[in-house]
């Protein structure tokens, strides 16, 4: 198995219940594939979830110091924690901070049956 830093997963991998994310809140997936490790994140929106790599387009830093914390207190945008670039939930668009005009790698990631899977 490599160390190598993933940037993608396949489809099918289920990640747990919905449950396993409070509404409005967000958690940490680390991947161990054979070709490296993947490391992402999920955000939960009531039945909808937005799935991004754990990686700030600013420098390629991953975006919470501690663990799953992902969002501005009030949850309402992804944030880096290291240089303060904030991020829309829906579409990764960095909405101010150092990378202005770019955006996180999204994660395709759907509910299906009450789990969170990827797609």
């Known amino acids: 198995m490599s160390d190598e830093r993933l940037t993608a997963t396949p489809a099918g991998i289920a990640l747990g219940p919905?449950?396993?994310?409070?509404?409005?809140?967000?958690?940490n997936f680390v991947i161990q594939?054979?070709?490296?490790?993947?490391?992402?994140?999920?955000?939960?929106?009531?039945?909808?979830?937005?799935?991004?790599?754990?990686?700030?387009?600013?420098m390629g830093?991953?975006?919470?110091?501690?663990?799953?914390a992902y969002l501005t207190p009030g949850g309402e945008r992804i944030a880096c924690s290291w240089h303060g670039a904030l991020f829309a939930v829906e579409d990764g668009h960095c909405l101010g901070g150092p990378c202005m005009g770019q955006a996180l790698t999204p994660w395709p990631v759907a509910v299906r049956d009450g789990k969170i899977v990827t797609e």
């Not at 919905?18 to 809140?25: C, H, K, M, Q, Y």
């Not at 490790?37 to 799935?51: E, N």
């Not at 830093?61 to 799953?68: C, I, K, R, T």
Request: glycine share 12%; hydrophobic share 40%; charged share 25%.
């Open 61 to 68: 830093l991953p975006l919470a110091q501690e663990l799953d």
């Open 18 to 27: 919905l449950e396993t994310i409070a509404d409005g809140a967000a958690r």
């Open 33 to 58: 594939m054979r070709a490296g490790r993947f490391h992402g994140f999920v955000v939960r929106r009531g039945t909808m979830v937005h799935g991004y790599v754990d990686r700030c387009p600013h």
